[in-house]
């Protein structure tokens, strides 16, 4: 029996003919460009003043606070091995962000040297015709009798006239 195309879009619970896509259960679906999206903000926020603001306000209060609280209420205590961890994993997740965020600026910025370079062949070759008109419009110009040369030939003509003219009245 031939199999149609609608048997692959119905739910594959109710057909048993059709094997279960097994991928589908263990692989999370994810979607790549929300993904690159919030690299990107994060990247971005990354770069800012204000980050560099927070992480030093953080990075104060916890060396001030393990150092200057009371006995029981510190966390981390002289080398601060533990903010020594937690930066070491924001920098560890920091790094990809910044390398996802660039490798998704370089496609953006290779599809617009791809539209520029388009654009440029585009107007080289208008131009070209330009040019190639205006070349045309010269060469028929330069054939064309223009009124100064017309005036200049009736004048010889009419000196040419009154040379072979008699001079009495005609």
Not at 40 to 51: K, N, S
Request: charged fraction near 30%; glycine fraction near 4%; proline fraction near 5%.
């Amino acid at each position: 029996m031939p199999r149609d195309d609608r048997s692959t879009t119905r739910t594959t619970t109710a057909r048993l003919d059709i094997p279960k896509d097994w991928r589908r259960t263990f692989v999370p679906v994810y979607d790549a460009d929300a993904f690159g999206r919030l690299s990107e903000r994060i990247a971005r926020f990354l770069g800012t003043g204000q980050f560099l603001v927070y992480m030093t306000a953080t990075i104060v209060f916890w060396v001030v606070w393990n150092i200057f609280a009371p006995e029981g209420l510190r966390f981390d205590t002289y080398p601060f091995i533990f903010l020594t961890l937690a930066l070491s994993l924001q920098a560890s997740y920091a790094a990809p962000l910044i390398l996802l965020a660039q490798n998704r600026q370089e496609a953006r910025d290779r599809v617009q040297y791809e539209r520029d370079r388009d654009i440029d062949t585009r107007t080289r070759a208008d131009m070209e015709f330009l040019a190639r008109e205006m070349a045309s419009l010269r060469m028929a110009v330069g054939e064309v009798a223009t009124r100064d040369f017309l005036r200049s030939e009736l004048k010889s003509l009419l000196a040419e006239l009154d040379r072979e003219a008699p001079l009495g009245p005609r």
